[in-house]
């Protein structure tokens, strides 16, 4: 059984898709913190992947060449280049893969070979851009949820918003988001109106005609 798990752990495929999936894993936990599973399971795959290193030869200079692969599918994600630095990096990928399996000194070392390099660099670069830029995207995506949710959303009027007396402020009650709220206003409102949310003042919110 331990031979077989050895004999696993040095292909250099499986190592090769062990160490792409745990890098990935890290840098998205990384750049879209929220969580330690994706983390967890980075590190555990990357280690494993360093782990069969070790029962064979390897070139590690290729490695510098799969990092920097990932810095470039990094810039794709967050700076899209309509495809310009994916492709960069899937070569370096291919190229560091390549390298890290092939160029030892070692005759018993087990070589890797270029389309399996090719296949294993462009699913991991699709689908680290994909996954990154999700990432990304997520981060900046406008707030939907508590007070910052509410600005610029419709509501309807369901108590007129008008002023009690001159001078008063102009006051009702706004339907938004499923809620009731104490609402105020510039202008007198009339019940059933559609209005825009402008502010958000604790429990209460400032409105506009629609």
């Known amino acids: 059984m331990d031979d077989q798990i050895i004999q696993i752990l040095s ?22 913190p929220g969580g330690w599973v994706i983390g967890f399971i980075g590190a555990f795959f990357l280690a494993t992947a360093l782990y069969g290193m070790t029962l064979i030869s ?15 599918f990094m810039l794709e994600a967050k ?22 399996f092939n160029m030892t000194d070692s005759p018993e070392a087990v070589a ?26 997520a981060q900046h ?3 939907n949820t508590g007070a910052e949710g509410l600005l610029n959303q419709h509501g309807v009027v369901r108590k007129s918003i008008k002023a009690k007396m001159d001078g008063a402020p102009y006051r009702g009650m706004v339907l938004a988001a499923g809620e009731l709220w104490q ?3 510039d202008e007198q409102i009339d019940e059933d ?6 502010a958000v003042n604790g429990l209460s919110i400032h409105v506009k005609k629609a």
């Open 183 to 185: 609402a105020e206003a």
């Open 58 to 72: 390897v070139n590690w200079l290729g490695l510098g060449l799969v990092a920097i692969a990932f810095v470039f």
């Open 141 to 143: 995506a406008p707030t």
């Open 193 to 198: 109106a559609d209005v825009i949310i402008t």
């Open 112 to 137: 890797l070979t270029l389309p399996a390099a090719f296949f294993i660099s462009i699913i991991s670069g699709a689908v680290f851009v994909f996954v990154a830029g999700k990432a990304l995207q």
């Open 11 to 32: 292909n250099p495929i499986i190592i090769s898709i062990l160490m792409v999936i745990g890098v990935q894993a890290i840098l998205i936990e990384i750049s879209n």
């Open 79 to 100: 700076t899209p280049t309509f495809g310009g630095m994916s492709i960069i990096g899937v070569l370096l990928m291919m190229v560091g893969l390549w390298v890290v």
